[in-house]
């Protein structure tokens, strides 16, 4: 339970390298500073398989304070796996940066998850080839009753895959199921968005949604994804 911004985690990896979590319970209990995991130094080869990973703050926050998984941009991991565990509570289940447009992170795997946050499913910045595959979003819970995102990616670049993942939005606000903005693949290195399920928005709502949106994105392909919007707009 933190008190504040030096406390605030349950598990802090700050230069680890090799480490397996592997079926534990992590909870953070704390009312304003409450990471379950935090990368605050370069780390690699982590991997979290089959924990459940849980924030007391609800559903209502969206400060970064109150994030389940977090690595702030201060330094570049490298080959973070997380495979089949439970994330739930808190503003964001995954807050990943790397450090800038030529100091990614890279290799990050989020496979097979499922995922209950309030605001953010995950935000991924400034990461290289980052894979999220068959994961379970479900956000139609949350009582924030602002614009909120299932998997959100910045500046992630090259190989990246986004398939296979259910996101459900079921609510009467704004909603994106998957957002992209300045992601760039290469001829040999495209980006491949296919095969997710994605259903967002309220038989009553007049609200904007997007099922899918990109922005400046360049060499990605999209396959085979299933959206269904729900809206009462004409």
Do not use: W
């Amino acid at each position: 339970s933190g008190t504040n911004t030096g406390d605030n985690y349950v598990i802090d990896l700050n230069g680890a390298s090799y480490v397996t979590f592997r079926n534990l319970k992590v909870r953070n209990t704390g009312t304003s500073y409450k990471y379950a995991v935090q990368f605050s130094g370069a780390s690699n080869d982590i991997t979290f398989n089959n924990n459940y990973l849980y924030n007391d703050s609800g559903y209502t926050t969206t400060s970064t304070l109150s994030t389940i998984v977090y690595s702030g941009g201060a330094s570049v991991n490298s080959n973070l796996t997380f495979t089949n565990n439970t994330l739930v509570g808190g503003s964001y289940a995954f807050y990943m940066y790397g450090q800038n447009t030529t100091n990614l992170s890279s290799n990050l795997i989020i496979d097979g998850n499922i995922i209950k946050s309030s605001y953010y499913g995950m935000r991924l910045y400034y990461q290289d080839a980052p894979k999220v595959r068959n994961n379970l979003i479900d956000m139609s819970n949350t009582a924030y009753t602002g614009t909120i995102y299932g998997i959100y990616n910045y500046y992630c670049d090259n190989a990246l895959e986004y398939s296979g993942n259910t996101i459900k939005m079921l609510r009467n606000a704004t909603n994106y199921g998957i957002y992209g903005a300045n992601n760039d693949g290469t001829g040999s290195k495209r980006g491949l968005i296919a095969n997710n399920m994605i259903a967002i928005g309220d038989t009553n709502s007049t609200s904007t949604n997007y099922g899918i949106y990109c922005s400046s994105c360049g060499f990605q392909d999209y396959y085979n994804n299933s959206i269904n919007v729900l809206s009462n707009s004409t």
